[in-house]
């Protein structure tokens, strides 16, 4: 594991239904206290890499053949979801998948619980969240169901924040999004970093948006990384455009 990395994958191998071959091959790092991005067309394996570090890929019947990864040092290959909820790695899915029947507040909430806190804590959590997010405290009573695209993202990524995490994996979170709302989300990111010390992974098919704000970026292509480095010199190479028109 590199020295001081949060999160190390080495060399993964994602295989679905036991048979479709998803991802091969696949090592990056996250440092702690900085944004990566995951880049490339769709179809190109962010989703599988995410949900292959957050355990989640079990749930589509994904199975992890080779490979290791390691978050703060520790082997967690096959540790189950809800313990790497609980050691601080949480993963915001794509979709936003908001409780539509709850108010945005009750949807907050439901992430809040995984450390049993005080109610006392509870309020806390959630002033840090609106916090953030001012919009969502305006909206707090209202049915989740009933906010907008950017409101019901917002109430997702909100969510994974209440379990106090140190490592956020965020799924596509501009898809479907207006570009006015993606970057006040991206600079929230960017904010929970500066000020929380948080450390986030961004799968995105928006290169632009994630890296204008991420540290470091690597871009996936059928499966396999195909380039990597600093956000500043992979946004002004050649290598991302390559890569979308090959996806």
Do not use: W
């Not at 001081?4 to 239904?17: P, S, T, W």
């Not at 507040?105 to 809040?112: A, R, Y």
């Not at 917002?154 to 501009?174: C, H, K, N, Y």
């Not at 948080?198 to 799968?203: E, H, K, Q, R």
Request: charged share 20%; aromatic share 6%; proline share 4%.
């Amino acid at each position: 594991m590199p020295v001081g990395a949060l999160l190390h994958i080495q060399n993964i191998e994602v295989i679905y239904e036991k048979v479709i071959l998803a991802v091969q091959d696949i090592s990056l790092s996250v440092a702690p206290q900085s944004i990566v991005a995951l880049l490339g067309a769709n179809g190109a394996g962010k989703s599988t890499t995410l949900k292959a570090i957050s355990g989640l890929a079990s749930a589509q019947r994904g199975e992890i053949v080779d490979g290791r990864i390691e978050y703060q040092g520790n082997d967690i290959t096959t540790t189950p979801p809800a313990t790497l909820v609980e050691r601080g790695l949480v993963q915001v899915l794509e979709g936003r998948h908001c409780f539509a029947h709850l108010s945005v507040e009750e949807n907050l909430l439901t992430g809040g619980f995984v450390h049993n806190p005080s109610r006392h804590k509870l309020n806390q959590l959630l002033e840090s969240i609106y916090h953030y997010f001012p919009r969502l405290k305006l909206l707090r009573k209202n049915l989740a169901g009933y906010a907008s695209g950017g409101e019901q993202q917002m109430v997702a990524i909100g969510r994974a924040l209440m379990s106090e995490p140190t490592l956020v994996l965020l799924d596509e979170p501009s898809m479907g999004l207006a570009p006015q709302i993606v970057e006040e989300i991206f600079t929230i990111i960017k904010n929970l970093r500066d000020e929380q010390g948080m450390s986030f992974l961004v799968a995105e098919q928006n290169a632009g948006a994630a890296l204008r704000y991420a540290d470091y970026a690597y871009i996936l292509e059928n499966g396999r990384i195909s380039s990597e480095g600093d956000a500043e010199h992979i946004n002004q190479s050649e290598v991302l455009l390559a890569s979308y028109l090959a996806g």
